[in-house]
């Protein structure tokens, strides 16, 4: 790929696999001087009781609870437009019961659809994880930023067969430790890092 479209690289430091996306926002209440969001605080408790169910699953195969491992092996994208690593889940079972408990209880408290029909992602064969690498919607915001300065306008896709021989590109594998509840709305920092804002973190 040309030069033209490294603002189009995502950050290795906002590299991540979305499990679910949802709204959390809500009423802001004002609690001895502090504000709160009873909606964030009701998402957070969701995602904390699918992990405590795991972690019973998981005593009950007499198994403690450790890091898991993801492979990124493959490169492929999302109509030319979003080009991402595919990742292979290691320990496939204990990803599937981490995943199918915490949507569970999402779908419970409703932030995210729970029939076949209203969502895609209603079994763990039906996600389609990713690692974004590079996004045309980053292009376009370096654009809008320095329209005056640009002779042309970005294409909109990127050229096609452009992923060719990288099919089979192997990246290594990442230990996973631990889940975030990140925000899309907010600036964050992790370490020295652009990152996005994190409202918690479930180690």
Same mark, same amino acid.
């Given at each position: 790929?040309?030069? @033209?479209?490294?603002? $189009?690289?995502?950050?290795?430091?906002?590299?991540?696999?979305?499990?679910?996306?949802? &709204? $959390?926002?809500?009423?802001?209440?004002?609690?001895? *001087?502090?504000?709160?969001?009873?909606?964030?605080? #009701?998402?957070?408790e $969701? #995602?904390? @009781?699918?992990?405590?169910?795991?972690?019973?699953?998981?005593?009950?195969?007499n198994?403690?609870? %450790?890091p898991? &491992?993801?492979?990124?092996? *493959?490169?492929?994208?999302?109509?030319?437009?979003?080009?991402?690593?595919?990742?292979?889940?290691?320990? /496939?079972?204990?990803?599937?019961?981490?995943?199918?408990?915490?949507? %569970?209880?999402?779908v419970?408290?409703?932030? #995210?659809?729970? *029939?076949?029909?209203?969502?895609?992602?209603?079994?763990?064969?039906?996600?389609?994880?990713?690692?974004?690498?590079?996004?045309?919607?980053?292009? /376009?915001?370096?654009?809008?930023?320095?329209?005056? *300065?640009?002779?042309?306008?970005?294409?909109?896709?990127?050229?096609?067969?452009?992923?060719y021989?990288?099919?089979?590109?192997?990246?290594?594998?990442?230990?996973?430790?631990?889940?975030?509840?990140?925000?899309?709305?907010?600036?964050?920092?992790?370490?020295?890092?652009? /990152? /996005?804002?994190? @409202?918690?973190?479930?180690?």
């Open positions: 790929m040309g030069i @033209e479209y490294q603002a $189009a690289a995502v950050p290795i430091s906002k590299s991540h696999i979305t499990l679910f996306l949802f &709204n $959390a926002d809500g009423d802001t209440d004002k609690e001895d *001087g502090d504000i709160t969001d009873k909606r964030l605080d #009701i998402a957070i $969701a #995602i904390e @009781e699918g992990i405590n169910e795991y972690k019973v699953w998981l005593s009950g195969k198994e403690s609870i %450790k898991l &491992n993801i492979t990124l092996e *493959g490169v492929d994208h999302f109509n030319n437009s979003v080009i991402f690593a595919k990742p292979t889940f290691s320990e /496939y079972a204990h990803f599937e019961k981490l995943w199918t408990f915490i949507r %569970k209880h999402l419970d408290r409703r932030f #995210i659809p729970g *029939g076949c029909e209203e969502s895609k992602a209603s079994s763990f064969r039906d996600l389609n994880p990713h690692v974004t690498l590079l996004k045309m919607s980053r292009l /376009y915001k370096q654009f809008r930023k320095r329209k005056k *300065g640009m002779k042309e306008n970005p294409p909109r896709k990127f050229p096609k067969n452009v992923i021989g990288m099919e089979g590109k192997h990246f290594g594998t990442q230990t996973i430790d631990r889940i975030e509840l990140l925000s899309l709305t907010k600036e964050g920092v992790k370490g020295n890092f652009s /990152y /996005y804002f994190c @409202e918690h973190e479930f180690s």
